[in-house]
């Protein structure tokens, strides 16, 4: 499953009851390689298995990510997977703008906090359990429209931002953590276009062959983890293999 890894590796989901962060949780669950998953969401899981430990706890908080780690317990996690992240939501008028007047200060802090923030401080949290001497990769979802060389059609003010400041936050990261432990592997993940509640609203023009189930993101999201190595820590990659650009 991921070479990297040891038998028996323990592994962090956040965001776990979510499209993506859900069908990650399953194929790890399913996995002889696995020995133990902390699945961490802000409403229950309905179900039980014995490699799982599921706690609710809402990780953009600092509560949160305090019951997140007290959880963990110290212990060494081989794969943190972040599968947080806001593109609208309707509760809190927040969507994706598409002019510079449609900026909003509450909106585009809120699209920063969750995307970009929480993340880096998930990884600040957790710090104690990915130092030291073991294979870790930290993955974390971001988006090709993050990417600044990659931006030809403008729009999506906050969530660009928001996804462009998650990568340098990781790629920052990557390299604190490399002087802590040798064999981290940070990485940005491009999902594509996955027919989950956070593109339901922008798949109308989505060719059919180009939206994706998530169960098919997690399996091409967990091959390009396999192929990583130490060296390529810090690295922006898509759902098909392909890096990109800053």
């Not at 780690?69 to 806001?86: D, Q, S, T, W, Y």
């Not at 729009?155 to 432990?181: Q, V």
Request: aromatic share 6%.
């Amino acid at each position: 499953m991921l070479p990297h890894l040891p038998e028996g590796f323990t592994a962090v989901v956040a965001g776990a009851n979510g499209g993506i962060g859900s069908a990650i949780l399953q194929s790890l669950l399913s996995s002889p390689q696995t020995g133990h998953v902390i699945a961490v969401s802000r409403s229950p899981l309905v179900f039980e298995h014995p490699k799982l430990d599921s706690i609710t706890a809402d990780i953009t908080t600092a509560t949160g990510r305090k019951a997140l780690c007290e959880k963990v317990n110290g212990r060494p996690v081989h794969l943190l997977f972040n599968a947080i992240g806001l593109l609208h939501d309707a509760s809190q008028s927040i969507q994706p703008e598409k002019r510079l007047e449609q900026l909003d200060e509450v909106s585009f802090a809120q699209v920063m906090h969750i995307n970009a923030a929480t993340p880096a401080l998930l990884l600040a949290a957790l710090k104690p359990s990915l130092q030291g001497k073991h294979a870790a990769i930290i993955a974390s979802l971001s988006a090709r429209v993050g990417s600044i060389t990659d931006n030809g059609y403008g729009g999506w003010y906050s969530y660009r931002a928001s996804k462009a400041a998650h990568n340098m936050l990781l790629r920052t990261a990557a390299i604190e953590l490399k002087r802590l432990n040798k064999q981290s592997i940070v990485l940005c993940l491009h999902p594509g276009t996955t027919d989950t509640p956070l593109s339901k609203p922008f798949q109308a023009r989505v060719p059919t062959e180009k939206l994706f189930s998530a169960e098919f993101v997690a399996k091409q999201l967990i091959d390009v983890m396999a192929k990583r190595s130490p060296e390529e820590t810090g690295s922006f990659w898509d759902w098909a293999g392909e890096p990109i650009d800053w």
